[in-house]
């Protein structure tokens, strides 16, 4: 068992997880990062160590949409202590419900949701008991809101929000020490759009959107939600920072 | 292709889908019952033909957590024009979110959110233009409400609820014709218990619970959805009796 301890990061190739590792590792923070591309986690492995070289960073390739990469991902960590696991992997699906181009839709349900119970699952059976170990699950707006014309990927992101929000009752009822985490963000400039639909060129989010934040913005938003003591990060339309609160679904107590 | 009309069920062996095959049978409406065990199904086809021997029926032996046999099912329907798509098929999970049985979770992902994302996108794809069609997703409560303790099971009905909803402001919006329905029953004394902790021997609801409704009950409240116009059919506690509403998740206009 190494005496380090580490922050997992999924879906580190790019975007959200790309730049949430760099943050973690200005704190400090050794890091295990994985993603399916080798070359992208090599490339941040590298701007990590000009970053603070003392920070260790394990790199994993993996195919988190296979439900057994991702059980074996988890079992290669054997040897980690882990202190913070951040589900970060995550994509959107081409077509919509009146279309649906059903492989692509069922990849993005194995890495949205199965991939999610999986990893959030075993780390908490293992890291229940563990002061100061988080679980941070990243969903999205769409996982509070119904966004017709984006039904399929919204109803992944509910099972998101609300599998997080459990977690966390069901930790706090317990008496347990690991807190879960949502984070919400909005349109984010990242590979989210060119990779759901499969796209050869990125997309200019400046000239598509008028209102998004950037992966960087993001991830220091999801640093707020690991500093603090609430639930759930929500990107806030108004002021389009973050907005930390309790749990959002109804809930029996 | 058939002359006929049907109404397929899922999960139609036992509990709510057994029960809604009987009522619609009742109003003379051909089915197609689908469910693993055969002998069950073929039992349901004798009774039906008791109610009726007119009403066709067809019968699918189908294990629809596979995602291959969710998608063989659909297309060995091509020649029946179907009118009514109920996904009743569901189950809960072993063990709780301390103690997760990984394969037992996945199982009923597969069941409860695949299945469900499969055959609801291949409907709404090939139905959204013919006038009556219906598709009545069977959630929860839990659809609506995080339970911890049930945390698991609670996020994949949230998965339902939010995917049947979508779709229904889709088909508004859009000037389709189909209209999606989500079912959110509570306690139900089915096999729900025994299924989902693999239990050698029936559970007595009535020993177990103070308040439960009857698979019957539940079939009779899933037809009053089937003939209002409302989006969600939802247990109310105070009279436990459904209650018909507009979709009851947030919502982007």
Chains 1, 2 share one sequence.
């Not at 930790?171 to 807190?179: D, E, N």
């Amino acid at each position: 068992m190494s005496t380090k301890k580490y922050t997992v990061i999924t879906g580190a190739s790019s975007g959200i997880g790309y730049e949430t590792a760099k943050v973690f590792a200005a704190r400090g923070k050794n890091l295990i990062i994985v993603a399916r591309r080798l070359d992208r986690l090599e490339a941040l492995k590298e701007e990590i160590s000009a970053i603070d070289p003392d920070v260790d960073v394990v790199i994993r390739a993996a195919d988190l949409s296979s439900n057994d990469e991702a059980i074996a991902l988890y079992e290669s960590l054997k040897d980690y202590p882990i202190e913070t696991w951040v589900n970060n992997a995550g994509r959107g699906n081409r077509g919509d419900i009146t279309d649906p181009e059903l492989p692509n839709t069922l990849g993005m349900i194995h890495l949205n949701v199965d991939a999610v119970a999986i990893l959030s699952s075993l780390y908490v059976r293992d890291y229940k008991e563990v002061e100061g170990a988080q679980l941070i699950n990243v969903s999205s707006i769409g996982g509070y809101l119904v966004v017709p014309g984006a039904t399929m990927y919204v109803a992944t992101k509910f099972f998101v929000s609300a599998l997080t929000e459990g977690i966390d009752m069901e930790m706090q009822k317990g008496g347990y020490k690991l807190r879960a985490k949502v984070l919400a963000p909005a349109t984010t400039a990242t590979e989210f759009v060119q990779t759901a639909n499969d796209l050869d060129e990125a997309v200019d989010y400046s000239q598509k959107y008028t209102r998004f934040s950037t992966a960087e913005e993001m991830a220091g938003f999801l640093l707020e939600l690991y500093d603090g003591d609430k639930t759930v990060g929500e990107m806030d339309f108004a002021t389009m920072k973050i907005k930390l609160s309790d749990p959002k679904h109804p809930h029996l107590c």
